[in-house]
């Protein structure tokens, strides 16, 4: 049984993939040209996961564009979402990672998520959690629904936070 072209598994049926590789690709030329004006060395990665494209940096001296709790990695990906914008006439949801935070964040988050099910579940009582991220969020609530938990998100932005419940609330 063959795939579709240009499909692979971390890709969901009905994505475009040809628009989410350029995508991609604007974003990384983008994200080379910061690099080259601020003489930073880095390597660029581009890839389609889910229904997303993912841009990762990979150097040794990138903390710096990470920043103080990703806010900088944050901000950098909004412009580069701005740059797709501009060239596609389309909105992005293009995912950037620098040096790895997100991927070592998303590992950390999920155990805090499952960590405050855990909780939840034990306590029987409702868990509002720090303020977080859109991206952080959203990995929460991924952990607390495998849980088999509900979650919802609070707040208004900057200081928006999950709230965990328990199965019968």
Do not use: C, W
Not at 4 to 24: C, H, M, N, Y
Not at 69 to 98: F, W
Not at 122 to 143: I, L, Q, S, W, Y
């Amino acid at each position: 049984m063959a795939d579709e072209p240009g499909q692979d598994e971390a890709t969901e049926p009905g994505i475009d993939v040809e628009t989410l590789e350029r995508e991609g690709d604007i974003a990384a030329d983008y994200i080379e040209g910061l690099l080259d004006i601020a003489d930073f060395d880095g390597d660029i990665d581009m890839d389609v996961e889910g229904d997303r494209a993912k841009v990762s940096v990979v150097g040794t001296t990138l903390e710096e564009l990470v920043g103080d709790k990703g806010e900088v990695l944050e901000a950098l990906q909004e412009l580069t979402r701005l740059a797709v914008h501009r060239k596609t006439g389309t909105r992005s949801r293009l995912m950037l990672d620098i040096g790895g935070y997100r991927d070592s964040r998303r590992k950390a988050l999920s155990r805090i998520g499952a960590e405050v099910a855990d909780e939840v579940k034990r306590k029987g009582e409702v868990k509002p959690m720090a303020p977080m991220t859109p991206f952080e969020r959203k990995v929460v609530h991924d952990a607390i629904a495998s849980a088999g938990l509900r979650s919802e998100s609070e707040g208004e932005e900057p200081n928006r936070y999950v709230v965990v419940y328990p199965a019968d609330h």
